[in-house]
T-cell receptor, first 113, second 110 residues
Framework: DGGITQSPKYLFRKEGQNVTLSCEQN?????MYWYRQDPGQGLRLIYY???????QKGDIAEGYSVSREKKESFPLTVTSAQKNPTAFYLC????????????FGPGTRLLVL | KNEVEQSPQNLTAQEGEFITINCSYS?????LHWLQQHPGGGIVSLFM???GKKKHGRLIATINIQEKHSSLHITASHPRDSAVYIC????????????FGAGTILRVKS
């Protein structure tokens, strides 16, 4: 089955802790994206990568970091510098670098203890 | 002002009703998308439009480029249509990146 997987489905973070959210795709897409979703707001772009070993900041990159060492994988780390990390995080991928049509993963809900 | 505005924010309908969700945008776009997000959180694409009208089953999407407005219609609504419907546009002024509306929460009662 081709698609995007995200793990875990739920993640709990303690104060001062870094946590990493996984995103894997087997669609052979070059571009991958991380979004944050908060209640009553549209999805906001955190980071994106158009090609392996390259990534750019989105609109709300502060407190987050990413890597893109493999085409299939685009993990997102929520660092302790992110003061309000509780949200739903969605990963997406696109076959075109411009990201005109994106395929979304099932999401990870991050909660702070 | 948000670049993409949806209305209504919340909508409750009785099974069988005709439903309309509206989307207005304020930027130049190359395409507009309607997405569906179920309670589990995953998002699926319903339509991508750059002009005119598209139909898929009971769903119809229209776009008026001059008025910068799109509508999503659901005919003969059913409880399984209950979901969040999200409008998103490829913003030409932002490298065609997707910009999302806040979503419309639809609940269809039986």
């Amino acid at each position: 089955d081709g698609g995007i997987t995200q793990s875990p489905k739920y993640l709990f973070r303690k104060e001062g802790q870094n946590v990493t959210l996984s995103c894997e795709q087997n669609l052979n897409h070059d571009a991958m994206y991380w979004y944050r979703q908060d209640p009553g707001q549209g999805l906001r772009l955190i980071y994106y990568s158009q090609i392996v070993n390259d990534f750019q900041k989105g609109d709300i990159a502060e407190g987050y970091s990413v890597s893109r060492e493999k085409k299939e994988s685009f993990p997102l780390t929520v660092t302790s510098a992110q003061k309000n990390p509780t949200a739903f995080y969605l990963c997406a991928s696109s076959i075109d670098p411009g990201g005109q049509t994106q395929y979304f993963g099932p999401g990870t809900r991050l909660l702070v203890l | 002002k948000n670049e993409v505005e949806q209305s209504p924010q919340n909508l409750t309908a009785q099974e069988g009703e005709f439903i309309t969700i509206n989307c207005s945008y304020s930027v130049g776009i190359s395409a507009l998308h309607w997405l569906q997000q179920h309670p589990g959180g995953g998002i699926v694409s319903l339509f991508m439009l750059s002009s005119g009208k598209k139909k898929h089953g009971r769903l119809i999407a229209t776009i008026n480029i001059q008025e910068k407005h799109s509508s999503l219609h659901i005919t003969a609504s059913h409880p399984r249509d209950s979901a969040v419907y999200i409008c998103a546009v490829n913003n030409m002024e932002y490298g065609n990146k997707l910009v999302f509306g806040a979503g419309t929460i639809l609940r269809v009662k039986s």
